[in-house]
């Protein structure tokens, strides 16, 4: 069994900043692809920004020069620090992990955590 837990939401002010963390245990050979979305309310999911397992990144135009992803393998946690948010980054972020296990790989999601931006 494979558990992701993320922390670090909250209430902010407009322009300030957020780190999230996410942390997966349970049965892991490996994880690959860890990535943080985001759900606001009324709006589809959508991704935010991806990290592989040998640090390569993509972010949502959106987001790009605000938000870094980043890793520790070795605690198989990704992190996910925001800055000069804005009222639009409202949502709940979930992060996802590509883990692959002794008897195959599978894609697992966290439980969400809220952020909301506003004065």
């Known amino acids: 069994q494979v558990q992701l837990v993320e922390s670090g939401g909250g209430l902010v002010q407009p322009g300030g900043s957020l780190r999230l963390s996410c942390a997966a245990s349970g049965n892991i050979f490996s994880i690959t692809t860890m990535d943080w979305d985001r759900q606001a309310p009324g709006k589809a999911r959508e991704l935010v920004a991806a990290i592989t397992s040998g640090g390569s990144t993509n972010y949502a135009d959106s987001v790009k020069g605000r938000f870094t992803i980043s890793r520790d393998n070795a605690k198989n946690t990704v992190y996910l620090q925001l800055n000069s948010l804005k009222a639009e980054d409202t949502a709940v972020y979930y992060c996802?992990?590509?883990?692959?296990?002794?008897?195959?790989?599978?894609?697992?999601w966290g439980q969400g955590t809220q952020v909301t931006v506003s004065s």
């Open positions: 996802h992990a590509q883990i692959r296990m002794t008897l195959g790989s599978s894609g697992y």
